[in-house]
């Protein structure tokens, strides 16, 4: 029999399943930090030939046969999987995932003699079918020449960034951006300096990504025709990745290689970090999910700003993404472009919120020329319309 405080005890604890005849034998209880005991039935003590199916159990059952109990070094949720690490010598690391087949959610225990008979889909989650998502790129409107996707499921839209060239959002939050350069604006940005003043801006982020149309050894040809020190270059690449380890760096050969590149890592920036909100409940309540879902495609083509999936910030409500191995909090970034300041004034708009020149310059601290063509916009479009004869003029929404 084991106790609920020996439960709680960082232990990782193996028993034999009391259910007679069960087609899972035994039963294991995980201490995730942060989180109440994590219970599976499975259907050996450890993977070693293949990976072990598990099925979660609400509870701990009473009068259990333990088997084993071994301290544990960390268990840490990171993402859709469940890091454990033991305080012995063999059997030491496994990882716990779940995953999604044909509507069903599966839990897999694995390690890393499991890893080659695993299939790809299972080993890394996230991986599955990137090329497949259709994703909602917007893209800086200063990018000269920008990445199309034209072979990539990807729509795109032009809009001001507060940093990178190409990015993701959840409802009027950035959440990912890609900074592209070419060989030569690297070393330019490198000599100048100007690169560590953009690392800055994308390590803000949940998430950040340098991708580089060439390849490092063509960046190290250039300096030295430049009469710069290859191991000075090398040097201060090494420690600019160091120094910001939240932002990635990509070397692709070619643009079209890049751009693929880019498509796929903000895919998969985009699951990562729907996965993390979903698993981090305390982190979402009182908040409306769909506030993290990404801007549909279709209404930004029609410029029809929906309310749905927009964070206003005159609640300063926020969901802060949690980066899944350090732990630490990014802090959000709102957008308040055009698009931005429309769907909000929309969104307020809707909620009853009556508009005036000088209140919609105050709410989005923007000028009095600018806050009139919004509204301007706004009407024209069909979403706001005058009201009274009040001086200074109303405007509210339109209602159908």
């Known amino acids: 029999m084991i106790s609920d405080n020996e439960c709680h005890a960082p232990m990782f604890i193996i028993a034999r399943n009391p259910k007679p005849n069960a087609r899972l034998p035994y039963l294991a209880c995980l201490p995730v930090a942060g989180e109440a005991p ?100 917007a893209i800086d409107h200063r990018e000269r020449y920008p990445w199309k996707f034209p072979h990539q499921h990807a729509y795109t839209e032009r809009r001001e960034l507060p940093t990178g060239d190409y990015g993701i959002f959840f409802g009027n939050r950035l959440i990912a951006a890609v900074e592209r350069k070419t060989v030569a604006d690297l070393a330019g940005a490198l000599s100048s300096g100007t690169l560590r003043m953009q690392l800055v801006e994308l390590s803000s982020l949940p998430r950040g990504c340098l991708v580089i149309e060439g390849r490092l050894s063509d960046l190290v040809k250039a300096e030295k025709k430049g009469g710069v020190s290859t191991g000075w270059l090398l040097n201060l690449v090494a420690a600019l990745q160091a120094e910001y380890p939240n932002v990635q760096w990509i070397f692709a050969e070619t643009r079209g290689m890049a751009q693929d590149m880019a498509y796929r890592w ?81 969104l307020l708009a809707q909620q009853g919120c009556i508009w005036t020149i000088s209140s919609y310059q105050e709410h989005f601290q923007v000028s009095a020329a600018t806050a009139y063509n919004d509204i301007k916009d706004l009407i024209e479009q069909g979403h706001l319309t005058s009201t009274g004869s009040k001086h200074p003029k109303q405007y509210v929404y339109r209602k159908e």
């Open 38 to 137: 994590l219970v599976l039935a499975t259907s050996d003590t450890w993977p070693t030939g293949r990976d072990l199916f598990c099925y979660q159990l609400e509870s701990w059952p009473e009068k259990l046969e333990v088997l084993e109990a071994v301290p544990v070094q960390s268990c840490r949720r990171a993402g859709k999987a469940v890091h454990l690490v033991l305080k012995r010598r063999q059997r030491r690391r496994s990882m716990f995932i779940w995953t999604e087949s044909k509507g069903r959610t599966l839990i897999f225990w694995r390690t890393q003699q499991t890893m080659q008979a695993a299939r790809p889909g299972i080993r890394v989650p996230t991986a599955r079918g990137l090329e497949r998502r259709t994703v909602s790129i």
């Open 266 to 346: 903000l895919s998969a920036a985009a699951v990562v970090l729907r996965g993390q909100i979903e698993t981090q409940k305390e982190t979402q309540e009182g908040l409306d999910p769909d506030s993290w879902r990404q801007t549909d495609p279709e209404e930004t083509a029609h410029a029809s700003y929906s309310p749905s999936g927009i964070v206003p910030t005159t609640s300063q409500t926020s969901i802060v993404a949690e980066d899944p191995v350090e732990g630490n909090a990014a802090a959000p970034v709102y957008v308040k472009d055009r698009l931005g300041r429309h769907r909000e004034a929309l």
